[in-house]
């Protein structure tokens, strides 16, 4: 990665001049936005969370040159109204109404900038408390709404130089962070905490991003904990996921510990994932790709205005040259499983190739799964 201009460190803006109040009861939401604004249109600088104390927060915008940092001991909460959170509206950087699940609301939501940033040993805490409850026919805790939520937790789209570094995200609902079609990005000793009982709780989801390096952080996920997509249907041009390293990572969740591609996906390639501890997980390492039509495709689920990108209007999916090395893990199904579709073949695969494995242990409760298909060219 090319070596980035560092953010001003002379201008600091403290959120409690500008009305922040650390009691965990007063909305700060109005205070935060300001401080974050106005350090921007002083050219950019650091708007500091200082702790101790809990700030509860409804949706923040970052905005170029500006770095987020929240002091060790402070907490950003995310407000128990739901409709607080602004859905999202129409974007020149991607297609909002297909955000998955219905759901158009997060808790940090950025747009097209530069250099930008959330660092400082501070907690970031989406409350999935407030979002759920006992679900008698599942028979576990579930969303109260799919569209009255804040399905991801930290969203960044069409952002240059991100970074996130050396935070907690506690208790997200939905996923903790979510990178789509971004540029030079850094996550480093990021703690990600998804509580069990909350459904689709993945950890890291990175989406037609290039660029990344991912390391020494530690993952509890209750879905899957490292995501690495090139989603179509989300994105205004199809673009590839390129050019990620991660590495010196601890992963524990209940789907799989890295999980490649989706139906609907694009290219996937240059992947390097080395020195990876995964405590425990459903599967290790997936790449399937669910059959495309309303009849059998209900992850992610829609509703039929909302049609499917049919095959002919899509590039097809491809994977190559990601080397694994380093990995030990432990899972309860099978450790490898690539899935391509079913007998009706309703998902292209241009092709998979130069996939290595290379010094990785893999206990698990079942055999690997390959299901293929001729037309995929492995």
């Known amino acids: 990665m090319a070596a980035r201009e560092p953010i001003c460190e002379c201008r600091v803006f403290d959120v409690t001049r500008f009305g922040a109040r650390p009691d965990g009861a007063n909305d700060s939401t109005a205070a935060l936005q300001a401080a974050i604004d106005a350090c921007a249109a002083q050219g950019g600088g650091i708007v500091r969370v200082p702790g101790p104390g809990v700030y509860l927060t409804y949706t923040l915008n970052l905005q170029s040159c500006v770095e987020l940092r929240i002091d060790r001991g402070a907490t950003l ?3 128990p109204d739901p409709l607080k959170y602004p859905e999202f509206g129409p974007s020149a950087h991607w297609r909002p109404e297909h955000a998955p699940r219905f759901n158009k609301r997060a808790m940090f939501y950025t747009v097209g900038q530069r250099q930008v940033a959330i660092t400082g040993g501070g907690m970031i805490d989406g409350n999935a408390e407030a979002f759920h409850s006992w679900h008698p026919e599942r028979r576990r805790m579930w969303r109260n709404s799919d569209t009255a939520i804040t399905g ?38 990021v703690a990600i905490d998804c509580h069990a009982d909350f459904p689709n709780g ?116 491809a994977v190559e040259n990601l080397r694994f090395t380093n990995l030990d893990t432990t899972s309860d ?46």
Not at 162 to 185: E, F, K, M, N
Not at 206 to 228: F, H, Y
């Open 77 to 79: 909460k995310g407000g």
């Open 202 to 317: 993945d950890g890291i989801h990175l989406s037609g991003c290039r660029d990344v390096a991912v390391s020494d952080c530690v993952v509890d996920s209750q879905d899957d904990s490292i995501v690495l997509r090139a989603s179509q249907e989300q994105m205004l041009v199809p673009r590839a996921l390129e050019r990620v390293a991660i590495t010196n990572c601890s992963v524990s969740n209940h789907s799989a510990a890295i999980r490649i591609g989706w139906t609907g996906d694009y290219a996937i390639r240059d992947i390097t994932v080395d020195n990876i501890v995964c405590r425990h997980a459903w599967s290790a390492f997936q790449i399937i790709l669910p059959p495309l039509n309303h009849d059998r495709c209900n992850d992610p689920p829609r509703t039929p205005d909302l049609p499917l990108l049919p095959p002919e209007n899509r590039l097809p999916f």
């Open 152 to 189: 991801r937790c930290v969203f960044f789209v069409a952002c240059q130089d991100v970074t996130l570094r050396d935070i907690t995200i506690h208790h997200p609902s939905g996923w903790a962070t979510w990178l789509l079609d971004c540029d030079h990005v850094e996550i480093r000793k």
């Open 333 to 378: 199904d099978a450790p490898l499983q690539l899935v391509f579709g079913d007998a009706h073949r309703t998902e292209p695969v241009d092709y998979v190739r130069n996939l290595v494995f290379d010094n990785c242990r893999f206990a698990a409760g079942k055999p690997p799964v390959f299901v293929v298909w001729p037309e995929n060219h492995l």
